[in-house]
């Protein structure tokens, strides 16, 4: 059985950091990507940071709006992907969601969308007050 439980959202202030945690359960991170999605009230979910390995080598996928501000890294050992979010700002208010896919399910509209990702936990609210 696949689980993923995130946790580290909560209430901050423009410019404030938060981090966010997704351990996984049930998945080898040398052949699932894991990553973080997001979706605002009344907005479409989008793929926020991704994170997957390749021939040993760790590859990312960021949103463009995130870049330079949030980090996505993973701790193999404890089977838990972080989320490093930096600079907040209330446009980045949303549910995170961790979501999980096997390499070969792997698309760049997945990473973009969230559609055909395998697995999902069940989110944390993050809300950035201006």
């Known amino acids: 059985e696949v689980t993923l439980v995130e946790s580290g959202g909560g209430l901050v202030q423009t410019g404030g950091s938060l981090r966010l945690s997704c351990v996984a359960s049930g998945v080898r991170f040398d052949s699932y990507a894991v990553g973080w999605f997001r979706q605002a009230p009344g907005k479409e979910r989008e793929g926020v940071a991704s994170i997957f390995s390749s021939d040993g080598t760790d590859s990312t996928y960021y949103l463009d709006s995130v870049k330079g501000r949030f980090t996505i890294s993973s701790d193999n050992a404890a089977n838990t992907v972080f989320l490093q979010m930096d600079s907040l700002k209330p446009e980045d208010t949303a549910i995170y969601y961790c979501?999980?896919?096997?390499?070969?399910?792997?698309?760049?509209?997945?990473?973009?969308?969230?559609?055909?990702?395998?697995?999902w936990g069940k989110g944390t609210l993050v809300t950035v007050s201006s």
């Open positions: 979501a999980a896919a096997h390499l070969l399910r792997l698309s760049i509209t997945t990473l973009k969308t969230g559609n055909g990702m395998e697995y």
